[in-house]
């Protein structure tokens, strides 16, 4: 069984803080693949990393930056100086590879950010 | 340019009911799915298509049935609605096969079972 807990339901932050958005999983498997999606008001689900299990180098885009630690199942979002239009409900999901020929995505229940002018 | 539109947005329906939404996508991409999000932002996968082809069947009742006649398209049919139908379905299209890939998602539709 795989599992991914989002443990902030709901995050306020002033604009130009910096925030992080926990992301813990669980899953028996060596081969897997991590994604973070933003869901702005609008509605729609957008892309915004992938991560496979045998990358741990962090990365950074922009003002945001991704801390991935197979130590302790964790693949942490963090956003720099946020503003205004980082406002939406982010969500955290993991699959299995498709090699062990099981099929499952799991997304995290989101954590929705508020980011106050 | 809409990478991956359906219609309608909204959807507002009686019990009983039955109901279509289409979803198109126009990244010829060879892989689509349908999620549902409940009230709660819980997102669930229920299908995916591989080229026209069923590759994923969650444990979704069989009154939903998918259909899709060519790899752009992919619709979702709704028999005999119920009230915890209620909920906003995503299309969803990748490359390739393969939950690892990259998804594209539409607007969503949101579904209201009175």
């Known amino acids: 069984a795989q599992k991914v807990t989002q443990a902030q339901t709901e995050i306020s932050v002033v604009e130009k803080e910096d925030v992080t958005l926990d992301c813990v999983y669980e899953t028996r498997d060596t081969t897997y693949y991590l994604f973070w999606y933003k869901q702005p008001p609008s509605g729609e689900l957008v892309f915004l990393i992938r991560r496979n299990s045998f990358d741990e180098q962090n990365e950074i885009s922009g003002r945001y930056s991704w801390n991935f630690q197979k130590s302790t199942s964790s693949f942490n979002f963090t956003i720099t100086a946020s503003q205004v239009v980082d406002s939406a409900v982010y969500f955290c999901a993991l699959t299995l590879s498709m090699d062990t020929g099981r099929r499952a995505l799991t997304f995290g229940s989101g954590t929705r950010l508020q980011v106050q002018p | 340019d809409t990478a991956v539109s359906q219609t309608p947005k909204y959807l507002v329906t009686q019990m009983g009911n039955d109901k279509s939404i289409k979803c198109e996508q126009n990244l010829g991409h060879d892989t689509m799915y349908w999620y549902k999000q409940d009230s709660k932002k819980f997102l669930k996968i229920m299908f995916s298509?591989?080229?026209?082809?069923?590759?994923i069947n969650e444990t979704v009742p069989n009154r939903f049935s998918p259909k899709s006649p060519d790899k752009a398209h992919l619709n979702l049919h709704i028999n005999s609605l119920e009230l915890g139908d209620s909920a906003v379905y995503f299309c969803?299209?990748?490359?390739?096969?393969?939950?690892?890939?990259?998804?594209?998602f539409g607007p969503g539709t949101r579904l209201t079972v009175t």
């Open positions: 969803a299209s990748s490359q390739r096969p393969g939950l690892e890939e990259e998804q594209y």
């Open positions: 298509y591989n080229n026209k082809e069923l590759i």
